[in-house]
Each structure stands twice: as C-alpha cells, then as structure tokens.
C-alpha cells in the first residue's frame, strides 16, 4: 500500500531555533518527492522538489534531503520566524502527471517568539 | 509559475441544497485537479479534469456528486451536489503547469488557495 507518514505530528519551538521534520514512504513507483508548506486557510505551496537522484535540495533557509534506498526524507528550518508556522506536507509522486500523489499527514509547525 | 484563483473563498451552504466552485488559471494547463481536505486532515484527490473530456474520478467519488466542468485550458469548475455536513472540508484546485503542447517543468504542481466548504 501506498503510504506517506510524518513525524512529528505536532511541534513548538521558540523562534531562531532549528528544527528537522521527518517523512517515510512506502510508494512505489517513485518519481519524485515534495515538501509542501501550508499557511492556515491557504492552499500548500511547493518548497522543494527531489527525484531520486538527488540527496539533497534548498530553498532559502528550508533543506530538503532524500534517501531513496531507506526511503526516508527530512525538511531541515533553519533559523525559524514566526511565519514559519504552518504545515508541512511531504508529497511522494509516482508520475509526473500530477494525478499520482501520496499526501503525508502533515507537521503542524508552531514558532512561538 | 502558475497563479490560481478559486471562487469563492467560503461559503455555508444548507443540506441538500448545491454549491459550485471555480478555479482560474492565469495560463493555459493541461491537466487540473480538484482536491478536498477535510478538517484536520491530508488532501484526497476528487477527479482529475483534462480539457475535452470527461473527468475522471477516483476511488469513492462520483460524477453524480461531484460534476465537473473544464470547458477550456484555463478554467474548470466543480460542483458540490446534494450537500450534507459530511460534505464541510476545503476544496482545492491544484495544476499541472505545463503549457499545453510545451515542455514538462520539473517542478510544476500548484495548488489554489482552497474554497472552505461548511454544510449546516
């Protein structure tokens, strides 16, 4: 069965620290991986996005890294503002059609100041 | 990049009664898609809408239900038939943004900002 888990559900963390989100996946076959940030009321916004040969992707304070063969991947925040709270899907796609997705459940992010 | 906007932004809607939803591009996809998002829940892709045919639906939705209309490469609307609260989740638009008859882009999948749905 295809299926994308996140851990943590849930996380405080006080603003200026770092902190790591974690995805496993058991999709088959796989295209491509991608980290979603969803602000309250809005539709998710792609962060990153890896294919399997790549291990590692940024985009401004955010660090996507992938491994393919434990089929785990990770969203680092560094430095984290309070608009960072949010939360964080990460998306196992088996194509590139779009019609193919795997929804984690998502971390909820909160960044207290 | 694709720029999408979804009418309206909210409603509440009595059981039984119907609620259309409009998704705009601001340029011309191939494929778009209709999404829900339940309270407190992960996406669930609804159908997927190519222009000049029929929608296709997935597992647990059905056209009666949940028509769509994609009468062009900028537009699609989904509607939202016989209405009851189980029906209350944010509904997205998402696309695929490729040009139609142009080049994939690797990272091409966008999502509106969601129509939140409540049926009293």
């Known amino acids: 069965k295809n299926q994308v888990e996140q851990s943590p559900q849930s996380l405080i963390i006080l603003e200026g620290k770092n902190c790591t989100l974690q995805c496993n996946y058991t999709v088959s076959p796989f295209s491509n991986l991608r980290w979603y940030k969803q602000d309250t009321g809005r539709g998710p916004v792609s962060l990153t996005i890896m294919t399997f040969s790549e291990n590692t992707k940024s985009n401004g304070r955010y660090t996507a890294t992938l491994d393919a063969d434990t089929k785990q991947s990770s969203l680092h925040i560094t430095a984290s503002q309070l608009s960072d709270s949010a939360s964080y899907i990460c998306?196992?796609?088996?194509?590139?059609?779009?019609?193919?997705?795997?929804f984690g459940g998502g971390t909820r992010l909160m960044v207290k100041p | 990049s694709a720029v999408i906007s979804q009418k309206p932004s909210r409603d509440i809607c009595q059981r039984g009664t119907s609620l259309t939803i409009q998704c705009q591009v601001d340029?011309?996809?191939?494929?778009m898609f209709w999404y829900r998002q339940q309270p407190g829940q992960s996406l669930t892709l609804i159908a997927t809408a190519n222009q000049g045919s029929e929608a296709t639906y997935e597992s647990g939705f059905v056209i009666d239900k949940f028509p769509i209309s994609r009468p062009n490469l900028t537009f699609s609307t989904l509607t939202v038939s016989n209405m009851s609260p189980e029906d209350s989740s944010i509904y997205l638009c998402?696309?695929?943004?490729?040009?139609?008859?142009?080049?994939?882009?690797?990272?091409?999948?966008?999502f509106g900002p969601g129509t939140r749905l409540t049926v009293l």
């Open positions: 998402s696309v695929v943004a490729v040009l139609a008859g142009g080049p994939r882009l690797t990272d091409t999948q966008y």
């Open positions: 340029s011309q996809v191939t494929m």
């Open positions: 998306v196992v796609s088996r194509n590139n059609a779009g019609n193919m997705l795997t």
